[in-house]
């Protein structure tokens, strides 16, 4: 058996991620002891009517969320423990709360930092109503194999080697929540383990005391022996020694205090616990404690390191005077199940992939594109081109290539407000729409008839170098199998008004001297096409794609240049408009040409 | 519980309805001109000057004149501020009148496990201590306010009588009321006088101490919480505590000058049993210290750079337990980060490292700190199969397991 909580002990956790937190850990706990989850609700009033989910073995357990302690035994009658998880302010009223449902026997309160006087008034409501108030600060609650109240016991390592899925002869009390561990370690090392481990917290006044407890260890025939960690200032250890004093006692007792070390400090000096403090008078020294435990009959090592050598010899006592026997070896704690990760790592599993990718790996420290470090890129000195052709095509480019594409970029980033792109960028900007919503409206433009041509041009322009066809073969077979040859033709500019943009980036790439076919036949088409109509000119998509094929980008990239350049304009109209304070626009009347029928009368619906 | 300087705790105490002496506090002794013209009292009275500092033996150290008048008081104050005192600059000064009167008594009121205390006596000043058993208390339940009845036996208990009687039940009673409502943890009036010019029951020192915890419930609570080991914080110690209220869990930083050994543990039980280690060992304590509660590793690496610039120091002891959910690898790279540091600064010539830990990443946690043997540090490094203190054993005496 153990004390204050089972297998059968249902909690109420109250407070919201630090009280999740901790409900997982049980979980482990209870995985480990194979055991059912004991935690039936949350109270958590933003979280109310919510679940939480929590990884228990290899299930996923749903914890419903509710407003109130009442709403949740309401719910959960079986319910009869409550932990505390709520910030100082609000613990005090949380926890009455608690102590007020006539289900719960138990509340045991892990927030740090409350007020004194809270901690006094909620001790002497428990008190009044008979029932037991742990803490504050308390690390929790941990009977072995049976309940773990809390995050007490650490990581799932450490419960199996504390050996905490069965039950052994130590009870365990102490103010500090490292100390708990530390001890249920040393038990385990040096004798059979624990029954149960209490942590009482380091505040001043804390809620039910050492003597409350060894009461109750004292009437639990499985508990042999009582490990007891206490501090100097306060008189609770002085409280446990008349408790072991009063009359004889079945249970050990074996005590430690801290706080020699005040002697030769400071007075006054505060130590890590509210608690840890002698009075003014140097009331509850821990020289003070000690003498009172010894006298007392408890054993009382002479220093925290002569704990283990005391809990063997106590241990081997109680072995041989027949009170305990040895351990059975059959419950073997089970392990955690390995999340797919961990599995994959240890080369446990094989998942077969879903899905390939080729050009980035993330698996690492950083993102390696095409296998090179982003952050080892930019030291290098390379720009967003090169990461462009790392990505794009899984090439680094050459100076040459990185200049050309820098060009197309540059050229290609906006062309004023009133293209589609743009135009539908800024009236959704002016209809209050957030940026990425408004930016992907204009991107829905690029299309056929507005920078979308790209990919298309590239595909029959190195379709014609391909099959060595002459500019007439290859008008010939647009004519006829395909229809007008993207990229060739504007709205607006011609031969006698020419885009300059198209002129700077041809003259730009002839200059470097890299061999340019595609290009070359694209102005050969041209050269033709403008003899039957001025403005049936190599556009902008033309000549980006003609000269991104002669860089030896896929065809299926091509369209990315446009979109990628265009981009930058989108997201410019759409700051714009956003910083001007832009009202909703709307088309005036006289723009849209109205050619519905007049207004008549609606006939009446056929029965 | 936070002790609360002279100043304000008088704030306090006559917010609640007690007479004080008028007082004023000041950082300039030019401020007392412009103040002397604002307060009749300042002109018209015998003054006393104290350093409004955390200093314990003022008396004895010089800190505390008596029986000035006004100019002798700008220079009294004059002198003191800015004096180095024990290491710290004063750098605040109270001036408070003298308050005529003739007997002196004792009135305190505590905080207690199950509600409170108050105690009483007829003696003042310094007899209290010599005459400790003639000190007369009654306990008050939580919940509970002392009757008048009971004051006044209280009252007659402790030796007073006639006319005093009645003022003394008003006074306790207001010192009881000034406990509970303010979070109060100790309050002592020593000396309670009876002042000679309004028969009035005046409180002409205080010790205030209240509950730091409660500071979100008292938005008037203007003051910063004094040391209260007899000298204020140094500039270190109050670097420490600033991140201490800015993070989750917690740091914690105390400086013992002339120490050997330097503790950098975690825990607060923990940390208490390394201390005792080291002084049963025949060590000297440079510093106590601790974190716990899973502090960030900033945190914890601006504590290590404190404890590493600890003057004269042989020793660091990184002990700990065998943690809950502090993460062992993630605060032992705070502390790696601090050690490196120190060590590029030429602090850890001459200085040996002892770790000993267990917890959450234990193993990634410990190998990192192994590892630090191979950049030139003294470092010892053992496991949860080491007892907690053993190292303490180790260090000192200098000897291996």
């Known amino acids: ?607 | 519980m936070a002790k609360v300087l002279e100043g304000p705790g008088m704030g306090l105490v006559s917010k609640w309805g007690m007479a004080v002496p008028h007082y004023v506090v000041i950082t300039e002794a030019e401020q007392l001109g412009s103040l002397a013209q604002a307060n009749a009292w300042l002109r018209e009275s015998k003054l006393v000057v104290k350093a409004h500092e955390a200093i314990g033996s003022r008396m004895k150290l010089g800190l505390v004149k008596v029986g000035l008048n006004l100019d002798e008081a700008r220079a009294a104050a004059k002198e003191m501020l800015g004096k180095a005192v024990a290491e710290v600059t004063i750098s605040q000064v109270i001036i408070s009148e003298m308050v005529k009167h003739e007997a002196e008594f004792y009135i305190a009121a505590q905080s207690t496990r199950d509600g409170a205390e108050l105690l009483l006596t007829n003696m003042g000043g310094i007899e209290v201590e010599e005459n400790w058993e003639k000190v007369k208390k009654i306990a008050i339940t939580l919940g509970d306010t002392p009757s008048s009845d009971q004051l006044t036996q209280l009252a007659k208990d402790a030796g007073f009588e006639g006319a005093l009687v009645p003022k003394v039940v008003d006074f306790a009673s207001k010192l009881f009321q000034c406990l509970e409502q303010e979070d109060g943890t100790y309050l002592e009036i020593n000396p309670l006088v009876l002042r000679k010019s309004t028969g009035e029951l005046t409180a002409l020192d205080a010790v205030t101490m209240v509950d730091a915890d409660a500071r979100f419930r008292h938005p008037d609570w203007n003051f910063s919480f004094a040391s209260e080991f007899g000298r204020p914080y140094s500039d270190n110690e109050k670097a420490i505590l600033e991140i201490d209220t800015q993070v989750k869990g917690s740091v914690k930083f105390i400086e013992i000058p002339g120490g050997d050994t330097a503790l950098l543990p975690a825990g607060g039980g923990a940390s208490v049993y390394y201390s005792d280690a080291v002084l049963a060992m025949g060590g000297t304590l440079a510093n106590y210290s601790e974190y716990s509660g899973d502090p960030p590793d900033w945190a914890v690496e601006a504590l290590t750079e404190k404890v590493c610039s600890l003057k004269g120091i042989k020793r660091i002891i990184v002990g700990g337990a065998i943690a809950n959910f502090t993460n062992v690898k993630k605060t032992f790279s705070g502390i790696i980060k601090g050690f490196r540091k120190a060590k590029a600064d030429g602090k850890m010539e001459g200085v040996s490292i002892w770790v000993r830990r267990g917890g959450p990443f234990e193993k990634e946690g410990l190998a990192a700190m192994k590892e630090l043997e191979n950049e030139g540090f003294d470092i010892h490094v053992y496991d949860r199969y080491t007892p907690l203190t053993d190292i303490v054993d180790y260090a000192i005496k200098g000897v291996e397991a």
């Open chain 1, 1 to 607: 058996m153990s004390i204050l909580t089972t297998k059968n002990t249902r909690v109420v956790i109250q407070g919201g991620p630090a009280g999740e937190s901790a409900a997982r850990r049980m979980a482990e706990f209870c995985h480990l002891s194979r055991i059912p989850f004991n935690v039936a609700a949350f109270v958590f009033p933003p979280g109310a009517g919510k679940t939480v989910e929590i990884q228990c073995g290899s299930e996923l357990i749903s914890v419903p969320t509710y407003k109130t302690v009442a709403e949740a035994t309401d719910a959960h009658p079986e319910i009869d423990t409550s932990l505390v998880y709520i910030g100082p302010s609000r613990a005090y009223a949380g926890t009455m709360e608690a102590l007020s449902s006539p289900n719960i026997k138990l509340v045991s309160m892990i927030t740090e930092g409350i007020p004194e006087r809270d901690a006094k008034k909620l001790r002497i409501e428990s008190e009044r109503r008979g029932k037991t108030f742990n803490g504050p600060s308390s690390i929790g609650i941990l009977s072995a194999g049976e309940a773990r109240l809390g995050v007490i016991g650490g990581s799932y390592d450490n419960l199996v080697l504390c050996k905490l899925h069965r039950q052994g002869s130590f009870g365990v009390i102490t103010k500090s929540g490292g100390l708990s561990n530390e001890i249920m370690w040393i038990c385990s090392q040096f004798a059979d383990g624990i029954t149960t481990a209490i942590g009482i917290g380091g505040d001043t006044y804390p809620g039910s005391d050492f003597s409350t407890y060894l009461e109750m260890f004292e009437n639990d025939p499985q508990t042999k022996a009582v490990v007891m960690v206490g501090e100097m200032g306060g008189d609770l250890e002085e409280g446990a020694a008349a408790w072991y004093a009063a009359k004889k006692r079945r249970i050990k007792l074996i005590g430690v205090v801290s706080g020699y070390c005040q002697e030769e400090l400071p007075k006054g000096m505060k130590f890590g616990h509210a608690g840890a403090k002698e009075g003014r008078h140097g009331e509850g020294s821990a020289r003070a404690k000690s003498e009172a435990l010894q006298a007392a009959g408890a054993i009382v090592p002479a220093t925290f390191g002569g704990l283990g050598p005391a809990i063997k010899a106590a241990y081997e006592d109680i072995l041989a005077s027949g009170e305990a026997k040895a351990p059975a070896t059959s419950a073997e704690p089970q392990n955690l199940p390995k999340t797919i990760d961990e599995a994959v790592k240890d080369g446990d599993v094989f998942a077969e992939p879903l899905l390939k990718s080729s050009i980035c790996d993330d698996r690492g420290e950083e993102p390696l594109y095409s296998g090179y470090a982003a952050s080892e890129l930019i030291d290098k000195g390379y720009q967003i081109p090169h990461v462009i052709g790392l990505l794009w095509d899984k090439r680094l480019l050459s100076p040459v290539e990185a200049e050309i594409v820098k060009r197309i970029v540059i050229l290609s980033a906006d062309h004023g407000p009133c293209v589609s792109g743009a135009l539908v960028t800024i009236i959704a900007a002016c209809a209050g729409i957030n940026m990425a919503q408004a930016v992907a409206a204009g991107m829905i433009m690029i299309g056929p008839r507005f920078g979308g041509a790209v990919t298309g041009a590239g595909q029959w322009f190195s379709y014609a170098v391909k099959n060595k066809m002459d500019v007439d073969e290859f008008l010939a077979y647009m004519k006829k199998n395909v229809g007008p040859v993207p990229g060739i033709g504007h709205r607006v500019k011609s031969l006698r008004n020419p885009d300059k943009r198209v002129k700077s980036l041809v003259s730009y790439v002839k200059s470097t001297g890299i061999p340019t076919p595609h290009l070359d036949f694209a102005l050969q088409v041209e050269a033709r096409t403008t003899v039957k109509k001025d403005t049936l000119i190599l556009n902008v998509d033309g000549t980006m794609a003609a000269i991104l094929v002669d860089l030896g980008f896929p065809v299926d990239a091509l369209n990315g240049f446009f979109i990628l350049s265009r981009t930058i304009g989108m997201i410019g109209h759409w700051i714009d408009q956003k910083q001007q304070g832009s009202r909703l626009v709307r088309l005036f009347k006289y723009l849209a040409n109205y050619v519905s029928p007049k207004k008549r009368e609606v006939p009446p619906l056929d029965s």
